[in-house]
Nanobody, 126 residues
Framework: HVQLVESGGGLVQAGGSLRLSCVGS????????MGWFRQVPVKAREFVAA????????YYGGAVKGRFTISRNNALSTMYLQMNSLTPEDTAMYFC???????????????????WGQGTQVTVSS
């Protein structure tokens, strides 16, 4: 069983930056496809970004492309999400997700992921 723990959320002003981290345990981290999603109340979970096991192939949701950067350090079993130029529309709970066999053509689908963290809240004030 894979455990994922997110951190790094908080309150930031519009235009600011935050870096989220996701630490994985319970399996060989480098074997996992990984992703970030976000969710606000009463809305479906939204795809933010994903990357392959080596971190050299990345995928982004349209709302964050050009502002957010996903990366990973397999030696530290950690994935990151660098978020720049934040806007109030980025306010959400951010979730880390892991897949045992990610189909990168469907990386934006919640159904592709086998394990989820508990989430970290990001709030962007105007």
């Amino acid at each position: 069983h894979v455990q994922l723990v997110e951190s790094g959320g908080g309150l930031v002003q519009a235009g600011g930056s935050l870096r989220l981290s996701c630490v994985g345990s319970g399996t060989t981290f480098s074997s996992l496809g990984m992703g970030w999603f976000r969710q606000v109340p009463v809305k479906a979970r939204e795809f933010v970004a994903a990357l392959n096991w080596g971190g050299d192939s990345t995928y982004y949701g349209g709302a964050v492309k050009g502002r957010f950067t996903i990366s990973r350090n397999n030696a530290l079993s950690t994935m990151y999400l660098q978020m720049n130029s934040l806007t109030p529309e980025d306010t959400a709970m951010y979730f880390c997700a892991a897949s045992l066999a990610l189909d990168y053509g469907s990386a934006g689908s919640v159904a592709e992921y086998d394990f989820w963290g508990q989430g970290t809240q990001v709030t962007v004030s105007s």
